[in-house]
């Protein structure tokens, strides 16, 4: 059965940090692309940043440096390191993991965490 557990999320002030973690299991953790998106009410969800099998990372424009996306294949785990963070940073945040081999798709996502970045 194939699970993506995040955590991490909260609430924060701004140009405070959080870390996110995404715990996966049930799948080769480690021949996937990665990745966090997240949906801000009204929003259409989009790409925070990915991490490939092979450690190419990836990140949206609105990151800016600010984030960092990374992975330990022998926990299976994901993270997300946010720094500065920003009221317009509030949005759930999403695990995803993605693999494909010639005309398949693997695609997973996870529940969702909340981040909330406020005074």
């Known amino acids: 059965q194939v699970q993506l557990v995040e955590s991490g999320g909260g609430l924060v002030q701004p140009g405070g940090a959080l870390k996110l973690s995404c715990a996966a299991s049930?799948?080769?953790?480690?021949?996937?692309?990665m990745a966090w998106y997240r949906q801000a009410p009204g929003n259409q969800r989009e790409l925070v940043g990915s991490i490939t099998h092979g450690e190419n990372t990836d990140y949206g424009d609105f990151v800016k440096g600010r984030f960092t996306i990374s992975r330990d294949n022998d926990k299976k785990t994901v993270y997300l390191q946010m720094n500065s963070l920003k009221p317009e940073d509030t949005a759930v945040y999403y695990c995803?993991?993605?693999?494909?081999?010639?005309?398949?798709?693997?695609?997973?996502w996870g529940q969702g965490t909340q981040v909330t970045v406020s005074s």
């Open positions: 049930g799948f080769m953790f480690s021949l996937y692309t």
């Open positions: 995803n993991a993605d693999a494909r081999y010639i005309r398949q798709q693997w695609n997973y």
